[in-house]
């Protein structure tokens, strides 16, 4: 089977053995749930329930607002016990709903109705998949229906499954492909039902031979899906990286992969594709990984979106030291936190929490070895785009394409001189969207895209 890759990128330490071989546990929240109102690209939702609401799990809690928007479902029965700003795992206070939970788990009518997705018009099957409110769960976040939307549905030829993981200590996916393969698989299957020209592809990196092997098993005879392996590294599983491994298509930042005839879906997000089309399951459920060196007993946890990551650590037997990084997400893109007191959503897998803070080091002058630009996925400069960066020099940062920065990280990890590459490059491209009043850039394009049709 051929090993699929890119140019550059790098291979990185994995830490992956920490929680791998561990199965998911169920995890039931005692305190408060928070449900922030942004937890997509896009507008925020709006909420449908005022305080002192009775709901129960599986309710829309908050409606898509906008043409790129999403459902919140609240994932446990309770009361609403306020909405008010509360601060979330991107590090901003955003609007929320906060329920206070009742321990009963009582679910919706219909909560768990199989339904025949061969029946079923491709129209009801985006409704599905929007009335339960699902986002790509790979952590870009963008409405899945709307990504199920193209212009033209007969120019899409792959549908991509993304079971690369290649962020360093996450298994949350990896223990979701083990355990539940027929999932991911069927998820895959109700989307090429809308693409009738498309190709199915499921793609992993090289480094999960167990989960390719399942995968195939369980396509054996379909014709219209293929399992590849990927070579294994990082960012292997970045968009863009992923297309041009599977297609040898490239893709830049003014275009979605719809315009290279392409749809890709995270594992997870197919296997919550399946679950909303098939058995009338809305997204309220996170698989998380609780990691790191720090952590007493490091685990994979199914917990409903919203609960407190506070709750998390502590039922992984709480930190063996007191941490000096903690992270929510991977360590190369997640986001450094100084307080646990925020809740899983929609687009967080994992947290990891660190003995020691190997990002406190003391940055020296660039020494030109070029390192970064060898590594970098996207052939960019990233020591010149730094230095325009920091000097506010806008219009050369553009004209250098620093807009097609992905963020991956991979310049900052291996620079010997300790530069912040990569926040510094991210920071320029927020600054120049903001003067031009974009909220985030694929919101930006897709607002183009649906202008054109």
Same mark, same amino acid.
């Given at each position: 089977m051929?090993?699929m ?6 291979r990185l330490?994995?830490g ?11 995890? *039931?929240p005692k305190?408060?749930l ?18 002192g ?5 599986? $309710? ?10 999403a459902?919140?479902?609240s ?10 700003r509360?601060l ?12 206070a939970n009742?321990?009963?788990?009582t679910?919706?009518d219909n909560y ?19 009335e339960a ?22 120019? =899409?030829?792959?549908v ?11 298994t ?10 027929e999932?991911?698989?069927?998820g895959?299957k109700?989307?090429?039902r809308l693409f009738?020209?498309a190709?199915g592809?499921i793609a992993v990196?090289?480094n ?13 005879g379909e014709?219209r899906?293929?399992? *590849?392996? *990927?070579?294994?590294?990082?960012? $292997?599983?970045?968009?863009? $990286?992923?297309?041009?491994a599977v297609?040898?298509r ?9 315009d290279?005839g &392409?749809i ?12 909303a089309?098939?058995?009338s ?5 996170? =698989? ?10 490091p685990?994979n ?6 609960t ?13 030291v ?17 307080t646990l ?8 897998n ?9 990002a406190?080091?003391?940055e ?8 970064c630009y ?5 052939? *960019?400069?990233p ?6 960066g920091?000097n506010?020099?806008?219009d050369?940062?553009v004209?250098?394409?620093g807009?097609?920065?992905c963020?991956?990280? &991979?310049c900052?990890?291996? &620079? ?5 590459l990569? $926040? ?5 491209k927020?600054?120049i969207?903001a003067?031009?009043n ?10 183009e895209h649906?202008?054109?049709?």
């Amino acid at each position: 089977m051929a090993r699929m890759s890119f140019k550059g990128g790098i291979r990185l330490e994995e830490g992956k053995e920490l929680t791998k071989d561990l199965p998911v546990t169920d995890l *039931l929240p005692k305190g408060d749930l928070v449900f922030p109102l942004s937890q997509h690209i896009g507008a925020p939702a709006k909420a449908v329930v005022s305080k002192g609401d009775k709901v129960l799990a599986g $309710q829309v809690i908050a409606e898509a607002d906008g043409m790129v928007s999403a459902n919140i479902i609240s994932s446990i029965s309770g009361t609403v016990k306020a909405i008010e700003r509360r601060l979330t795992p991107a590090g901003k206070m955003e609007e929320s709903i906060v329920i206070a939970n009742d321990n009963m788990n009582t679910v919706i009518d219909n909560y768990g109705q199989k339904r025949d997705y061969m029946k079923m018009s491709k129209d009801k099957i985006r409704e599905a998949v929007k009335e339960a409110g699902i986002v790509g769960l790979g952590g870009a976040g963008f409405p899945t229906h709307v990504k199920l939307s193209p212009k033209n549905d007969s120019k =899409i030829d792959y549908v991509i499954v993304n079971g690369a993981e290649c962020e360093p200590y996450i298994t949350s996916d990896y223990r979701l492909m083990m355990e539940e393969p027929e999932s991911v698989v069927e998820g895959l299957k109700i989307v090429l039902r809308l693409f009738e020209n498309a190709k199915g592809v499921i793609a992993v990196e090289d480094n999960k031979p167990d989960v390719i092997e399942k995968f195939k098993e369980l396509t054996a005879g379909e014709p219209r899906i293929e399992v *590849l392996s *990927l070579k294994t590294k990082y960012p $292997q599983g970045g968009e863009r $990286q992923l297309i041009y491994a599977v297609t040898g298509r490239k893709l830049n930042s003014k275009k979605l992969p719809a315009d290279v005839g &392409c749809i890709v879906n995270n594992a997870a997000t197919a296997a919550a594709i399946y679950k909303a089309v098939a058995r009338s399951m809305p997204l309220t459920h996170r =698989i998380v990984t609780v990691t790191g060196d720090a952590v007493a007993e490091p685990r994979n946890f199914r917990v409903p979106i919203g609960t407190s990551f506070s709750e998390l650590a502590e039922a992984a037997g709480g930190f063996k030291v007191q941490p000096k990084k903690l992270i929510i997400g991977g360590p190369m893109m997640g986001n450094a936190m100084f307080t646990l007191d925020i809740p899983v959503t929609k687009m967080t897998n994992a947290l990891i929490a660190f003995v020691k803070d190997d990002a406190a080091v003391q940055e020296t002058a660039c020494i030109s070895c070029g390192r970064c630009y060898f590594k970098c996925p996207l052939n *960019l400069m990233p020591m010149k785009l730094q230095v325009l960066g920091l000097n506010n020099e806008d219009d050369k940062f553009v004209e250098m394409d620093g807009m097609e920065c992905c963020g991956c990280g &991979c310049c900052s990890y291996i &620079c010997p001189a300790n530069r912040s590459l990569t $926040q510094t490059i991210v920071q320029t491209k927020q600054r120049i969207l903001a003067k031009k009043n974009v909220p985030h850039e694929a919101y930006e394009l897709h607002k183009e895209h649906a202008a054109n049709e």
